[in-house]
Nanobody, 128 residues
Framework: QVQLVESGGGLVQAGVSLRLSCAAS????????MGWFRQAPGQEREFVAS????????GYADSVKGRFTISRDNAKNTVYVQMNSLKPEDTAVYYC?????????????????????WGQGTQVTVSS
């Protein structure tokens, strides 16, 4: 089992950057495929990005490709998402998630149901 805690959210203006972090408990962090999702008010939770266990496989939603970068530091049990050129439509609660099984590909595991563990979320609000 793994516990996830997100941090780094806040209120920012459009065009700036923000980096979210997700710290995981336990000693087997590199056994997990990690993902970032977001949920805006009244909307379903949607995929943002994912990363393979070793960090060399990456996947992105079309809406964030070229602006967001997911990365992980397995020595620190942490996954990140660097968010550049933020837009008001990026406003949402951002969640990190972990999946313990399966083989990673960049187009896989894009549904919330694909993940086993979730953090509590961190709010990102982008003003215009």
């Amino acid at each position: 089992q793994v516990q996830l805690v997100e941090s780094g959210g806040g209120l920012v203006q459009a065009g700036v950057s923000l980096r979210l972090s997700c710290a995981a408990s336990g000693r087997t962090f590199d056994n997990y495929i990690m993902g970032w999702f977001r949920q805006a008010p009244g909307q379903e939770r949607e995929f943002v990005a994912s990363i393979s266990r070793g960090g060399n496989g990456l996947g992105y939603a079309d809406s964030v490709k070229g602006r967001f970068t997911i990365s992980r530091d397995n020595a620190k049990n942490t996954v990140y998402v660097q968010m550049n050129s933020l837009k008001p439509e990026d406003t949402a609660v951002y969640y990190c998630a972990a999946r313990g099984s399966g083989y990673y590909s960049s187009n896989s595991y894009r549904r919330p149901a694909d993940y086993d563990y979730w953090g509590q979320g961190t709010q990102v609000t982008v003003s215009s």
